[in-house]
Structure formats: C-alpha cells, structure tokens
C-alpha cells in the first residue's frame, strides 16, 4: 500500500528544504525475535537470544551464526555489512562474521586494554569505537593492528550530565555519543571533539546516517537533527509501539513486535 502521510509538526526550511513527508511502501510480517537490523542494501538481520539471522533481500536461503560458549548476543552492528559485528558483554568480547555470517575473528577487549566497554560500533573505516566506563572516554580501536589509534577527552570534562552514555553511533566521519535527558556530543574522525547537540526528550531509540540523526522520543515523535548546523524537524510517528528506527539515506524502517514497515521521507 503506497499512501502519504502528512505528519509535519513545524518545518524549518533551512534544513531540508521543504515540509518533510513520511511515504509508507511496504509493510511485512516478521517474526517475533529479540532485535532487529536491517542493512543499506535491505537485508534483514533478526537477533534472537544467542543466534544472529540474516534474511538476504533477494529471497536467498538465511543464514545464521551462533556461539553458545558466550551466551545471548548483547547488540550488534551493520555499519560495515559486508563485516556483521556482535558483541558480548558478559565476557567482554567482540566477534566479526562476513557476509554470509561465518565467524571471521574474536576480539577480547580485556587483552586490548578495555576494563570496562559498555558501547562498541565499528567507524566506517573499519576500526573499532569502543565506550570505556572506567576510562570515560571514546577510543578508536584498530583490529588489524590490534592497537589503540585515538581517544576523546573523557566525558566528564565534555559534559557535566552524571548519566552514563547509552547510545554510541558512527556515519562516515562523525561518531555520536548519547547522554540520556541531555543531549548528543559529536566526535570527528579521531575522536576528536566537536559539538553539544542538545536533546532533553527520553528516547526510545535513535540512528544516524548521512549527517542526519533521527530519535524517537517517548512521547511518539520523531526528531530529524541535522549535525552539522543543529536544525530540527519533528514528526508524528506513524504507528505505535516502535522498538527500533533505522535510518538509509531517506528510507525510513520502523520495527515493532510482529511487524516491520518502510517508509520514504519525501
């Protein structure tokens, strides 16, 4: 069903030129499962306790990957899908599959330094961004080299929240660390600070892509951030009881219990 919903609460202009759209193209139904992911090429990624599934776009058999020996995967990441990456807090583990989810290499973060890694992305060149609780800071993590290249100063000196972050996100030359009731601290490439991007909503979740952050906020709105000039447009979200927004240039998922839907902003 194609149909247009005009879901503008205020438009600024400047950002994006005109009033922004949500467009629905498709909805299916999917199973019930722990998380779920969806890469740029549209491959769905399904979690569900200790076994990852990728669903291929193209109608192709799944594949799937587990390791009991760890447990339940914590969360994982696509922002190289080509190099799936699972984490496992409970032994403090990174594990990287290939594209067809064979385990290609594990990477322990005690033995590389890490007391306490609580958020864990890849950057889009391949390395490793890493959240240390004990250290308070965002570090960049080379596998290949098995070294630590950069950190950022710690978060108590950027930022005087006494939450802990609990998101930590990377697009091209920007990774993004979220202060719960505060706000968003933009990171460059090296970690090097830039910018508050203040946001006081609690959020049920967030994405970022092509220098746009999007969150959705309790209240069932949906903030589109522009990083680098800090413009704003909210949103009626479209349906109720989203657990995951995922973000691909201007194609929009939105996953619940159940179902996941698609839609265009136009």
């Known amino acids: ?17 005109q009033a922004l759209q949500l467009k629905l193209i498709s909805s299916e139904i999917i199973p019930t499962v722990d998380d779920l992911k969806v890469d740029p090429f549209g491959n769905i990624y399904y979690l569900k306790g200790n076994e990852i599934i990728k669903h291929p776009v193209n109608g192709q058999q799944n594949y799937s990957y587990s390791d009991p020996r760890l447990g339940s995967i914590s969360f994982f990441t696509l922002i190289n899908p080509l190099q799936p990456l699972l984490y496992y807090t409970d032994f403090n583990t990174i594990q990287i599959l290939d594209n067809r989810l064979n385990f290609s290499r594990s990477i322990n973060l005690l ?13 889009t060149q391949n390395q490793i961004l890493i959240y240390d609780q004990v250290s308070d800071r965002l570090s960049i993590y080379d596998p290949e080299a098995e070294k630590l290249l950069n950190f950022s100063p710690t978060i108590n000196q950027i930022s ?101 839907y698609l839609y265009k902003l136009e």
């Open 111 to 123: 033995d590389a330094g890490f007391i306490d890694p609580s958020l864990v992305s890849y950057t």
């Open 160 to 260: 005087s929240s006494t939450n802990r972050p609990s998101h930590l996100l990377s697009s091209f030359n920007h990774q993004i660390l979220h202060l719960p009731q505060s706000g968003f601290l933009l990171f460059d490439a090296v970690a090097a600070f830039q910018k508050k991007i203040p946001f006081t909503e609690t959020i049920i979740d967030v994405d970022f892509n092509n220098d746009l952050l999007i969150c959705l906020s309790e209240s069932g709105i949906l903030s589109l951030i522009s990083v680098k000039t800090g413009q704003r447009q909210n949103l009626i979200c479209p349906q109720a009881g989203i657990k995951r927004i995922i973000l691909h240039n201007r194609s929009l998922y939105l996953w619940k219990a159940g179902m996941l």
């Open 1 to 17: 069903m194609r149909i247009a919903l005009v879901l503008l609460l205020f438009t600024n202009s400047a950002l994006f030129g």
